[in-house]
C-alpha cells in the first residue's frame, strides 16, 4: 500500500499515473497503460490533448478568475454555445456533477413551491447515481449510498426503474420534477424506455412538473449527439452536465429551458468559482472540437465497431460474458465473475476499465479513439478472459 495521508474513501489501485497522452497512461515505474476508463468520462480528448493544452496556457496567462459578481468573456461564450446548440435557453455553471444536481433539485423546489407550498416532492429511479452531496445521494436509488447518511433529504420519492406502473402511481400532483439519467452509468449502462421517458414527459406537462435530464456522464458526446436526450427525441425542461463538458478541468452545469430560466433569481444560488474565465475557456476549447471537428460525429462509426468487437469476445467466452451492454461510446459488457477482479486483472495487462453495478464491466474511451486503439483494447481484453 502507498503511504499517504489522503482520506481512504476510494479502492484505489497502488499505482501513482504521473503522465498522460492521448489513450495512453504512464505510471511512475514508465508502465504504460490504455485507458478505456478516461477518469470516468472526463478526458473526451484523451490525455494532453493540444486543444485543450493551448487554452490552459494561455487563459491561465490572461485571468484566472473574478467573481460571478462580474462577467467575464468566457462563461458568456460557454453558455452561448451550450444554448445554441440545445432547446434550452439559460445555463448556470458549477464545478461538479453532484453540484449541477443540487442545483437542478432546488430549481425543481423553487419552481413547484410558486405554484403550491406542498408542491415539493422529487421523484428519482431506482439505481440511479448522481453524485455523493447530501442532495444528490437523496436522490440516488442505491441503498448502500443513503443508509450511512440518513436522514436524506425529504420528499424524495423512488420510482422502480422503467416502471410505467409505479412512475404513474408515484407522480402525484405533490411532484414538482423527477431527476434522471436517459442512460445509466453507475447503474449498469441501462437505457431508460422510451415508452417510459414519453409518460415522464407527460405526467411532468400534465401535473405541471420538471422533467431533470442527468447528462453528467451519458452527455456531451457520449452517445453520439451531443446531448442525450437527442439521442432519445424528448426534451427535458433541464439538464445537468459535467466529466466531459472541461475534458479534465473540473466544470458542471445545470441548463433551463425558456419555462425555467428565470426560476432562480438574484440571492437564490450561487457558487465562488463555477463559470470562472479559466474553466469557461477550456469547455468553450473541449466544445469547440468535439462539435466542429468532428469528433462527436464520429461516435456512431465508432460505438459499432466496439459493440461488434465486443460481440466476437461473447461469442468466443459464452460462459464469461452474458451480455453486451450501453449505448455510444458508453458501453460494455456483463460478466459471469466479479468485476473487481476482472478490473484488477486487466490493469495487470495495462488496460483500465471501470466496474458498473450488476456486474458490468464499463468501457468509457475518450471521443477520439481510433479503431486502432479500440483493437489493442479488445487484444487485451482477450487475453484477460483468457486468465479469468
Ligand atoms: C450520472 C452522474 N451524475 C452525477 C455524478 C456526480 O458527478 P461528480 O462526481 O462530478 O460530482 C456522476 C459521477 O459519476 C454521474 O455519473
Not at 410505467?164 to 411532484?175: G, I, M, N, Q
Not at 469547440?288 to 465497431?305: H, T
Amino acid at each position: 500500500m502507498i503511504k499517504n495521508h489522503v482520506m481512504n474513501t476510494y479502492g484505489r489501485a497502488d499505482i501513482i499515473f504521473e503522465k498522460g497522452i492521448g489513450t495512453k497512461l504512464y505510471d511512475t515505474e514508465g508502465k504504460e497503460y490504455l485507458d478505456f476508463v478516461s477518469g470516468i468520462a472526463v478526458n473526451c480528448l484523451g490525455h494532453s490533448h493540444p486543444v485543450i493544452v493551448n487554452a490552459i496556457k494561455a487563459q491561465s496567462e490572461k485571468l484566472m478568475h473574478v467573481s460571478n459578481y462580474y462577467w467575464n468573456e468566457y462563461n458568456i461564450k460557454l453558455s452561448d454555445i451550450l444554448t445554441k446548440n440545445s432547446d434550452h435557453e439559460s445555463v448556470f455553471f458549477t464545478n461538479s456533477g453532484a453540484e449541477a444536481l443540487e442545483g437542478a433539485m432546488k430549481l425543481c423546489r423553487k419552481y413547484g413551491k410558486t405554484q403550491s407550498e406542498d408542491k415539493d416532492v422529487i421523484l428519482y429511479l431506482s439505481g440511479s447515481f448522481h453524485g455523493r452531496t447530501m442532495g444528490a445521494i437523496s436522490i440516488t436509488g442505491q441503498p448502500a449510498y443513503q443508509k450511512p447518511f440518513m436522514p436524506i433529504i425529504p420528499n424524495t420519492v423512488m420510482v422502480e426503474f422503467n416502471s410505467v406502473e409505479d412512475l404513474k402511481s408515484k407522480f402525484t400532483e405533490k411532484v414538482c420534477g423527477i431527476i434522471l439519467e436517459p442512460v445509466q452509468g453507475e447503474g449498469g449502462l441501462s437505457a431508460c424506455s422510451m415508452e417510459f421517458l414519453q409518460t415522464a414527459k407527460d405526467l411532468c406537462e400534465k401535473n405541471d412538473a420538471l422533467l431533470v435530464f442527468d447528462e453528467v456522464q451519458c452527455g456531451i458526446g457520449r452517445l453520439g449527439t451531443l446531448f442525450a436526450y437527442e439521442k432519445f427525441g424528448i426534451i427535458p425542461d433541464v439538464i445537468c452536465i459535467a466529466k466531459a463538458l472541461g475534458g479534465g478541468v473540473p466544470i458542471g452545469a445545470f441548463i433551463a429551458n425558456e419555462k425555467t430560466s428565470n426560476v432562480l433569481v438574484p440571492g437564490d444560488h450561487g457558487t465562488t468559482y463555477g463559470g470562472n474565465p479559466f474553466v469557461c475557456s477550456v469547455a468553450c476549447a473541449v466544445l469547440d472540437e468535439l462539435i466542429n471537428n468532428g469528433v462527436i460525429k464520429g461516435v456512431d462509426a465508432k460505438s459499432e465497431y466496439m459493440k461488434s468487437k465486443l460481440l466476437e469476445l461473447k461469442e468466443k467466452y459464452p460462459s464469461k460474458i452474458s451480455e453486451i451492454k450501453g449505448m455510444g461510446l458508453l458501453i460494455g459488457f456483463k460478466l459471469e465473475g466479479s468485476p473487481k477482479e476482472f478490473m484488477t486483472k486487466a490493469l495487470e495487462k495495462g488496460l483500465l476499465v471501470i466496474y458498473a453495478n450488476n456486474n458490468v464491466v464499463r468501457l468509457l474511451p475518450p471521443l477520439n479513439v481510433t479503431e486502432a486503439e479500440i483493437d489493442a483494447a479488445i487484444e487485451l481484453l482477450d487475453k484477460v478472459f483468457a486468465e479469468f
